[in-house]
């Protein structure tokens, strides 16, 4: 019996995600995805246009959920570095699969966004001197680097996370 068609796309969802996360984008075929699926390659381009637009269906939720943090960012810079953390966790595999194709950024167009959103977090945790810009860009991006480097070990993801937040903390100049 045939899948359904959200069915079929959202395995072809998850099955693109697990893919660009442990080869990448660039070394990830549609055919392979559709082999994976048990469908045609043809029968794929009837849910995505294109591998660009299969990327763009994983990468949206990730900006979506980081832009949503940024227009309702907590008040205290402990709650905003743990939701920051949180974004980022929940779409690890998705950060992953661009850092292993960071070109494929310019590709779907989303440097500009990408940037704009985290400005908007790094104003809010920190003042606007160099080197609170400074401070902040390394707190955010340590961040992500803690979700991305180590195993995702669902037994280790609250140490991590809190050991993450006091360091950014700690990197902002504020009490972990």
């Known amino acids: 019996m045939p899948r ?41 381009y009837y849910h995505f246009r294109s591998k660009s637009d299969l990327l763009k269906s994983l990468v949206d939720p990730l900006l979506d959920d980081i832009e949503t943090l940024a227009g309702n960012l907590p008040a205290d810079p402990r709650a905003t570095l743990e939701a920051y953390f949180d974004t980022c966790h929940r779409h690890r595999a998705v950060l992953l699969g661009l850092l292993r ?52 070990d669902p037994t280790l993801t609250t140490t991590l996370r809190t050991e993450a937040v006091n360091a950014a903390l700690r990197a902002l100049d504020l009490p972990a």
């Open 101 to 152: 194709d960071v070109a494929v950024l310019n590709e779907l167009q989303i440097v500009d966004r990408i940037i704009a959103v985290r400005t908007r977090i790094d104003a809010a945790l920190t003042d606007p001197t160099p080197a609170g810009r400074v401070r902040a860009v390394v707190a955010l991006g340590g961040l992500q680097d803690a979700v991305i480097l180590f195993p995702d």
């Open 4 to 44: 359904p068609n959200a069915d079929t796309r959202e395995e072809a969802r998850r099955i693109a995600t697990e893919l660009f996360a442990s080869r990448g984008y660039e070394q990830t075929s549609l055919a392979e995805i559709a082999t994976r699926l048990g469908i045609t390659k043809a029968a794929l």
